[in-house]
């Protein structure tokens, strides 16, 4: 039931705006001060609010200041008289969802009331929704400052309907930043669209893309809708865009630009309304050197470009990686891993990390699966770990800087090793182990 709090020194038109809202189906009160008002608040939780500007000894103003500051999203309706339209004006600019001026004609005030419910009820709605999607939108699970750049800027981005390019090695998660610009963009109701470009034949691509029609070709018995179509009215990726014929590229930048396409062995144009994200591990620019890519479709992508750097240059997220990847695998079977050994730390620190993110990810599902510890250790790691050259896994051209860091941190703690080790957001075990390896004095 709507329930309607009504803010008046005058009780006889309290109870006549009451019983004639009654009769609509409300379940309608009255308060005439505001001792009254903060009582009543405090218990229910009202619909909507109406509000006598000129409210006895007190100012209705300052009572709608008190509701807007405790109740933001509560709908308050102020009654004014011809003197007072400014306070009306005023309110309104304070928060007020709208005003009517005495005599009250009743009709228009139950319009009014009855749209500021709805509003409410839509905002509530959309609330809700936003909640959802926000927990569906992907987790960055990141400290360094380029990533975290990188990823405002695809926020801003994907506000918009420009076309999309993400670049970046395997691994470097391109998907995850693509689901993060759907989830943030016009169209995340709607399920994103995903195609890998390199996952076809050059001859079955088209088809994917753009769909035929019945008997387009032998054995079309049927239409078939391709991603493009699919895709109409919300986000579509195309990875590993740079793994395609130029004639394919030529009918992409052609859907792009127009907003159109054909099926294979149609005459119809299709109109089409898509967000689109394209994202490879080449090097575009020396494909059109090297006249593989359309200069012409680079340059319409290249407007907005988001460039995901490889893990071997954001090695200050590989603690918070490995700690995230440990929540996904801890429990394998009857056992729960925790932690790594801070050897194994070191030597994924080390690493070059040809695979990025995912090859990380990988390490830490087979140290899991093989450990028969609470932590994984050197042993339980892939093979690829345990061939590395003795000097790849002791020395690094960071450790100079990583040594001057520590010294950094100890200097302004006076050597104060918990303060430092939480600093650095490492074990304390790690921090002796690396004043050891960097013969640190202290």
């Given at each position: 039931m709507k329930k309607l709090l009504i803010i008046d020194d005058n009780e006889k038109l309290c109870i006549s705006l009451k019983r004639n809202f009654d009769q609509r189906g409300f379940n309608a009160d009255y308060a005439t001060n505001s001792s009254e008002v903060h009582t009543l608040i405090n218990r229910k939780e009202y619909s909507a609010v109406l509000l006598d500007i000129v409210f006895g000894s007190?100012?209705?103003?300052?009572?709608?200041?008190?509701?807007?500051?405790?109740?933001?999203?509560?709908?308050?309706?102020?009654?004014?008289?011809?003197?007072?339209?400014?306070?009306?004006?005023?309110?309104?600019?304070?928060?007020?969802?709208?005003?009517?001026?005495?005599?009250?004609?009743?009709?228009?005030?139950?319009?009014?009331?009855?749209?500021?419910?709805?509003?409410?009820?839509?905002?509530?709605?959309?609330?809700?929704?936003?909640?959802?999607?926000?927990?569906?939108?992907?987790?960055?699970?990141?400290?360094?400052l380029s990533i975290i750049k990188l990823y405002e800027r695809a926020a801003c981005l994907a506000k918009?309907?420009?076309?999309?390019?993400?670049?970046?090695?395997?691994?470097?998660?391109?998907e995850l930043l693509a689901d993060y610009i759907h989830t943030n963009s016009l169209y995340a109701n709607q399920k994103i669209v995903k195609i890998n470009c390199a996952a076809f034949p050059d001859n079955l691509l088209d088809n994917e893309l753009f769909g035929h029609e019945k008997g387009a070709y032998t054995g079309a018995t049927t239409a078939y809708t391709g991603v493009f179509e699919r895709a109409n009215n919300s986000s579509l990726m195309l990875d590993e865009i740079g793994d395609m014929e130029l004639a394919t590229q030529a009918k992409i930048l052609r859907a792009i630009q127009n907003k159109e396409i054909k099926?294979?062995?149609?005459?119809?144009?299709?109109?089409?309304?898509?967000?689109?994200?394209?994202?490879?591990?080449?090097?575009?620019?020396?494909?059109?050197?090297?006249?593989?890519?359309?200069?012409?479709?680079?340059?319409?992508l290249n407007a907005a470009t988001l460039h995901l750097p490889p893990l071997r240059e954001r090695k200050d997220d590989i603690s918070l990686l490995v700690k995230h990847f440990l929540q996904e695998f801890s429990s394998i079977g009857d056992k729960t891993v925790t932690d790594v050994s801070d050897k194994v730390m070191n030597v994924f620190l080390d690493y070059q990390w040809p695979g990025n993110i995912r090859e990380l990810k990988n390490a830490i599902m087979y140290g899991a699966a093989l450990t028969q510890k609470k932590y994984i250790e050197i042993d339980d790691l892939p093979p690829v770990f345990e061939e590395l050259p003795e000097s790849e896994k002791t020395e690094n051209i960071l450790d100079l800087n990583e040594k001057n860091i520590i010294l950094e941190i100890l200097n302004k703690t006076n050597n104060n090793k918990k303060k430092t080790a939480e600093i650095l957001n490492i074990s304390r075990r790690t921090l002796y182990n690396k004043i050891e390896k960097y013969g640190i004095k202290i």
């Amino acid at each position: 039931m709507k329930k309607l709090l009504i803010i008046d020194d005058n009780e006889k038109l309290c109870i006549s705006l009451k019983r004639n809202f009654d009769q609509r189906g409300f379940n309608a009160d009255y308060a005439t001060n505001s001792s009254e008002v903060h009582t009543l608040i405090n218990r229910k939780e009202y619909s909507a609010v109406l509000l006598d500007i000129v409210f006895g000894s007190e100012n209705g103003i300052d009572v709608l200041n008190s509701l807007m500051e405790k109740h933001p999203s509560l709908p308050v309706i102020m009654i004014t008289g011809f003197a007072t339209i400014e306070s009306a004006v005023t309110a309104i600019k304070n928060g007020a969802f709208d005003y009517i001026q005495k005599p009250l004609n009743f009709d228009k005030l139950m319009k009014i009331v009855e749209n500021a419910i709805k509003v409410r009820n839509l905002e509530k709605e959309n609330d809700q929704y936003r909640k959802v999607i926000s927990s569906l939108t992907p987790k960055v699970i990141t400290k360094n400052l380029s990533i975290i750049k990188l990823y405002e800027r695809a926020a801003c981005l994907a506000k918009t309907d420009i076309a999309i390019l993400i670049t970046g090695e395997n691994g470097t998660g391109k998907e995850l930043l693509a689901d993060y610009i759907h989830t943030n963009s016009l169209y995340a109701n709607q399920k994103i669209v995903k195609i890998n470009c390199a996952a076809f034949p050059d001859n079955l691509l088209d088809n994917e893309l753009f769909g035929h029609e019945k008997g387009a070709y032998t054995g079309a018995t049927t239409a078939y809708t391709g991603v493009f179509e699919r895709a109409n009215n919300s986000s579509l990726m195309l990875d590993e865009i740079g793994d395609m014929e130029l004639a394919t590229q030529a009918k992409i930048l052609r859907a792009i630009q127009n907003k159109e396409i054909k099926r294979i062995g149609g005459s119809d144009i299709i109109k089409i309304k898509v967000r689109f994200i394209a994202a490879t591990n080449k090097n575009l620019k020396k494909m059109i050197d090297e006249n593989s890519f359309r200069s012409d479709l680079f340059y319409r992508l290249n407007a907005a470009t988001l460039h995901l750097p490889p893990l071997r240059e954001r090695k200050d997220d590989i603690s918070l990686l490995v700690k995230h990847f440990l929540q996904e695998f801890s429990s394998i079977g009857d056992k729960t891993v925790t932690d790594v050994s801070d050897k194994v730390m070191n030597v994924f620190l080390d690493y070059q990390w040809p695979g990025n993110i995912r090859e990380l990810k990988n390490a830490i599902m087979y140290g899991a699966a093989l450990t028969q510890k609470k932590y994984i250790e050197i042993d339980d790691l892939p093979p690829v770990f345990e061939e590395l050259p003795e000097s790849e896994k002791t020395e690094n051209i960071l450790d100079l800087n990583e040594k001057n860091i520590i010294l950094e941190i100890l200097n302004k703690t006076n050597n104060n090793k918990k303060k430092t080790a939480e600093i650095l957001n490492i074990s304390r075990r790690t921090l002796y182990n690396k004043i050891e390896k960097y013969g640190i004095k202290i």
